[in-house]
Nanobody, 129 residues
Framework: QVQLVESGGGLVQAGGSLRLSCAASGRTFSNYTMAWFRQAPGKEREFVSAIRWSIGRTYYSDSVKGRFTISRDNGKNTVYLQMNSLKPEDTAVYYC??????????????????????WGQGTQVTVSS
């Protein structure tokens, strides 16, 4: 059974940094695409970033490109989201997600949440102005 456990959220001032972690267990994730999504109150779930576990290929939404970095540690089975230059509009619950069909999608890393089968419980990120 796949389990994804996020950590690292918190309260930070605008311009600050946070690093989120997603500890994955229950499978071998080499064929997966892992992603971060976020959801602010009253808004739809939004794609943030994705990484193909096997080759480290990455993809970012325009709203975070240049400020956030996604990475993975194979030995720890953990995916990270380094968030720099945070803005109040980054405030949301951040979710880790896993797409088990990642490797068969070729070069395509999905930004569509319906293609991710497994989700963590979320971690709150609050950026004060």
């Amino acid at each position: 059974q796949v389990q994804l456990v996020e950590s690292g959220g918190g309260l930070v001032q605008a311009g600050g940094s946070l690093r989120l972690s997603c500890a994955a267990s229950g499978r071998t994730f080499s064929n997966y695409t892992m992603a971060w999504f976020r959801q602010a109150p009253g808004k739809e779930r939004e794609f943030v970033s994705a990484i193909r576990w096997s080759i480290g290929r990455t993809y970012y939404s325009d709203s975070v490109k240049g400020r956030f970095t996604i990475s993975r540690d194979n030995g720890k089975n953990t995916v990270y989201l380094q968030m720099n230059s945070l803005k109040p509009e980054d405030t949301a619950v951040y979710y880790c997600a896993a797409d088990p069909l990642g490797s068969i999608r070729g070069d395509y890393l999905s930004a569509n949440y319906v293609e991710y089968d497994y989700w963590g419980q979320g971690t709150q990120v609050t950026v004060s102005s």
